[in-house]
């Protein structure tokens, strides 16, 4: 893993990020907003699993975090945007925007049907917010815990932690992915300014 703050002269990324799903190439872009990569909404989708340009990079041992800085401003109603524990058994940290556009960050899960389970949400008043996963793999207790902050410092905890399974139905072991997909009506977007990678032991 690598961490990244999207600063790119055209439209490229390391090669350390790779694509879930074969990306549609109008709705991704590191040069509209320069130091941004914005996901830009194309197509109505039920859930995270099967939602088009979630980029991802793979997870490390024995302690890794991923944080991610998110401009929400140009969502729509339905839309969900954030960071996701990726495999079958998967976990989103993200903010939600709903009919009234209330925007909710929430924490979710694979209800066991490939669906997602809000497992906890709280209003979102802000236009910006920090996301992180926690993921703990030492000693085989394969955890991941799910974060958010207004000011990139103070975090808090929501939802419940992960038990990260492994199964041979997506791939060897987990991801960490960027999303941003819509329930309702396609053509809102979100600039995520950096993403940041942490590794170690010691890492909370």
């Known amino acids: 893993m690598i961490s990244d703050d999207f600063k790119y002269e ?3 990324l390391a090669l350390n990020w790779q694509w879930n799903h074969n990306p549609d190439n109008r709705l991704w872009s590191v040069t509209e907003r320069p130091g ?9 989708t039920n859930h995270v699993l099967q939602a088009p340009n979630t980029l991802t990079q793979r997870t490390e041992g024995p302690k890794c975090n991923g944080i991610v800085s998110v401009n929400l401003t140009n969502m729509k109603n339905g839309d969900y945007a954030g960071l996701i524990a990726l495999q079958s058994n998967f976990g989103t940290v993200g903010v939600g925007q709903k009919e009234n556009g209330d925007r ?9 049907e490939g669906q997602e389970q809000i497992v906890e949400e709280q209003p979102c008043p802000e236009n910006h917010l920090f996301l992180k996963i926690h993921f703990d793999f030492e000693e085989s207790v394969d955890l991941a815990s799910f974060y958010y902050a207004i000011d990139g410092n103070d975090w808090v905890k929501i939802g419940e932690k992960l038990q990260m399974k492994y199964t041979l139905d997506h791939f060897m072991g987990y991801r960490i ?3 941003n997909y819509a329930t309702q009506e396609p053509g809102g977007y979100v600039d995520f300014d950096y993403f940041q990678y942490e590794r170690g032991s010691q890492v909370k």
């Open 104 to 112: 909710y960050v929430r924490m979710t899960m694979n209800n066991g």
């Open 36 to 44: 941004n990569l914005r996901l830009k909404t194309g197509h109505i």
């Open 177 to 179: 992915g960027l999303f």
């Open 10 to 12: 055209t439209e490229s």
